[in-house]
């Protein structure tokens, strides 16, 4: 909601943005392996003179088409995250009532991979146009496939889990 407030306000008065650059914006940490192939292209209009980066790459120069695309974005990798928060909240619940082993929690450990999946891909690939240039961006953190790995793996652990517990029913 706090996303949509913004991006409603931005549509209406970007010029409000306008001390903020893109320039500026970095909350990437080096604790992470971090991986990124980054391009931006500048342009003049009308033959004038190329400005400068800190000119070019402002909020309130970003481009009603990549506004939306941002916006989308982001709200979709908060969707997705709320989801594999749900799904891994339910396989808690079912271990606090000791139904541990069960096709539920194999089904919720391989949604949050696929959630994670999408995560994944939404969040490496960035395209940006303002008035006078774009940028466009490929990066990716260790952290997230890992995660994915992972949550695969608990699926496949769970399913075991669940195989074995199904034997040892059968066998009483």
């Given amino acids: 909601m706090i996303v949509t407030g913004f991006f409603i306000h931005f549509q209406i008065n970007p010029s409000a943005y306008k001390k903020f650059n893109f320039n500026d914006f970095s909350i990437e940490k080096n604790t992470d392996l971090k991986f990124k192939i980054e391009t931006k292209s500048k342009f003049s209009m009308n033959n004038d003179k190329v400005l400068e980066d800190n000119e070019v790459y402002k909020i309130d120069k970003l481009t009603t088409g990549s506004s939306f695309f941002l916006y989308i974005e982001i709200a979709l990798c908060m969707i997705l995250s709320f989801l594999c928060l749900k799904e891994f909240q339910n396989v808690l619940e079912s271990v606090k009532r000791i139904n541990t082993f069960q096709e539920r929690n194999v089904a919720s450990f391989r949604k949050i991979g696929k959630y994670l ?47 074995l517990s199904e034997e040892v029913n059968l066998t009483v």
Avoid at 142 to 148: A, D, F, H, M, R
């Fill in 117 to 163: 999946s999408l995560i994944f891909i939404l969040s490496s690939f960035s395209m940006l146009s303002f008035k006078n240039g774009h940028i466009m961006s490929f990066s990716f953190s260790i952290t997230l496939p890992c995660l994915i790995i992972l949550s695969f793996i608990m699926a496949e652990i769970f399913k075991e889990g669940s195989m």
